[in-house]
């Protein structure tokens, strides 16, 4: 079974400073990895996802994430963070050959907070 | 944008009471994810559907909870009766085809927030 650890359930930053949100994640096959964005009371938007392609994933809002097959690491960056980018992020992952369904798992999630 | 549809947004109801949340997926989605998303934690997966058919109930804790997708289309998920520990949010996503662990993106809707007093 696939399982996924967010170190850190809560993140400040300066506006402008490197964002870094770690997660790393356990799973007897080379998974799918995905980070979510969750705004207050609202449902999850993709960021990003790893699919076994390119090591280091782009996604939207000029966030990137880099796959770390040696660390089982999946964290999930941004050089210049803005007010916007205050929210909750979830990193999940799938497993492929799994036989039955198409589960996401999550993390705790990590609360962003973007100080002025 | 085509977008997941959820209601109500919220919902407050007495425990031992019963209630139904209403989803509708992207259009031409196969497969329809329950998730429940407690308070200060990931969401997590209740049931899937592949079309009209169930794929994964296994967290489903079928003694109080009920899910259909009759015409593969939209789905309703039933709680009776609701308990305290069922105050969450609930999350509806879809997806075009949902391989067995595959890769696809999953698309959220804005969840029902249950309250159970």
Known sequence: AQSVTQLGSHVSVSEGALVLLRCNYSSSVPPYLFWYVQYPNQGLQLLLKYTSAATLVKGINGFEAEFKKSETSFHLTKPSAHMSDAAEYFCAVSAPGETSGSRLTFGEGTQLTVNP | ?117
């Open chain 2, 1 to 117: 944008e085509a977008e997941v549809a959820q209601s109500p947004r919220y919902k407050i109801t007495e425990k031992s009471q019963a209630v139904a949340f209403w989803c509708d997926p992207i259009s031409g989605h196969a497969t329809l994810y329950w998730y429940r998303q407690i308070l200060g934690q990931g969401p997590e997966l209740l049931v899937q559907f592949q079309d009209e058919s169930v794929v994964d109930d296994s967290q489903l804790p079928k003694d109080r909870f009920s899910a259909e997708r009759l015409k593969g289309v939209d789905s309703t998920l039933k709680i009776q009766p609701a308990e305290l520990g069922d105050s969450a949010m609930y999350l509806c996503a879809s997806s075009l085809v949902g391989v067995a662990g595959g890769q696809e993106t999953q698309y959220f809707g804005p969840g029902t927030r249950l309250l159970v007093l």
